[in-house]
């Protein structure tokens, strides 16, 4: 199939950007959408051009690195799927497809479709830990965890940080990523006691980074490629409310 590709292009963080046009011919619709474009860049080094910047690592939709906005959704129209996961059989011939960065202030961009996610970062050594020394691993079911809690941290623990929902939220916020680290410690035994302490430091952190205020859009959710649920925010506001 052939594609026409309209990508955002920032030299720097400092740099103004533009959209500029690729015409991509021959794309096989086996292709996923990051192949897509390594043949768009194999041109464009041939051609003596600058590639694209994008970010990508395993390619198997589990670090979270391959985050890009297509044709204005997170991730693109595929629930459930992240981005190097797409592949271009959800395309038809001749189709216009418009590929940008996550926009959100807290994540500058620093080529193309590259940004900063570092702010993530700084959540989660801010508490998204736990400090208490365990020892070795504990043989199975030493410790007894209730059925729904269990799944609930399973749940909340698939958080890849890839930063779809701070994206897809007209606020900007990072609650989703914020609860999901939250939660998937704070529901288990070994999370309890620092459990407060971890919720305030994490929320206190993502206000300081400039993220927005949750007011339950849902659009976060909508894009997570893990599925991670709304209620994860509400067990967050719960557990921030607590430490107070």
């Given at each position: 199939?052939?594609?026409?590709?309209?990508?955002?292009?920032?030299?720097?963080?400092?740099?103004?950007?533009?959209?500029?046009?690729?015409?991509?011919?021959?794309?096989?619709?086996?292709?996923?959408?990051?192949?897509?474009?390594?043949?768009?860049?194999?041109?464009?080094?041939?051609?003596?051009?600058?590639?694209?910047?994008f970010d990508h690592d395993?390619?198997?939709?589990?670090?979270?690195?391959?985050?890009?906005?297509?044709?204005?959704?997170?991730?693109?129209?595929?629930?459930?799927?992240?981005?190097?996961?797409?592949?271009?059989?959800?395309?038809?011939?001749?189709?216009?497809?418009?590929?940008?960065?996550?926009?959100?202030?807290?994540?500058?961009?620093?080529?193309?479709?590259?940004?900063?996610?570092?702010?993530?970062?700084?959540?989660?050594?801010?508490?998204?830990?736990?400090?208490?020394?365990?020892?070795?691993?504990?043989?199975?079911?030493?410790?007894?965890?209730?059925?729904?809690?269990?799944?609930?941290?399973?749940?909340?623990?698939?958080?890849?940080?890839?930063?779809?929902?701070?994206?897809?939220?007209?606020?900007?916020?990072?609650s989703l990523f914020t609860?999901?680290?939250?939660?998937?410690?704070?529901?288990?035994?070994?999370?309890?006691?620092?459990?407060?302490?971890?919720?305030?430091a994490m929320v206190d952190?993502?206000?300081?980074?400039?993220?927005?205020?949750?007011?339950?859009?849902?659009?976060?959710?909508?894009?997570?490629?893990?599925?991670?649920?709304?209620?994860?925010?509400?067990?967050?506001?719960?557990?921030?409310?607590?430490?107070?």
């Amino acid at each position: 199939m052939n594609l026409t590709l309209k990508v955002w292009r920032q030299d720097g963080p400092s740099d103004q950007g533009r959209m500029v046009t690729y015409e991509v011919k021959d794309v096989s619709p086996d292709m996923s959408f990051l192949e897509m474009l390594d043949v768009l860049n194999e041109r464009l080094i041939l051609e003596g051009g600058d590639p694209v910047a994008f970010d990508h690592d395993c390619r198997e939709g589990i670090c979270g690195m391959c985050g890009m906005v297509i044709n204005g959704v997170a991730h693109g129209e595929q629930r459930a799927t992240t981005t190097c996961q797409l592949h271009m059989r959800h395309f038809k011939d001749g189709d216009t497809v418009t590929i940008e960065p996550w926009r959100a202030a807290p994540f500058p961009v620093v080529k193309d479709l590259v940004v900063d996610r570092s702010a993530f970062d700084r959540i989660i050594q801010a508490g998204g830990f736990i400090s208490v020394p365990a020892g070795s691993a504990p043989d199975a079911h030493a410790i007894p965890v209730k059925k729904d809690d269990a799944d609930s941290a399973f749940d909340a623990a698939t958080c890849i940080g890839c930063g779809a929902c701070v994206a897809a939220c007209p606020n900007g916020s990072a609650s989703l990523f914020t609860a999901a680290k939250i939660t998937h410690l704070g529901l288990l035994p070994q999370g309890q006691p620092e459990r407060d302490k971890r919720a305030k430091a994490m929320v206190d952190q993502m206000d300081l980074e400039g993220f927005g205020g949750c007011t339950n859009t849902g659009e976060c959710t909508a894009v997570c490629p893990k599925g991670i649920p709304l209620s994860t925010i509400a067990q967050m506001n719960r557990d921030y409310l607590k430490s107070k």
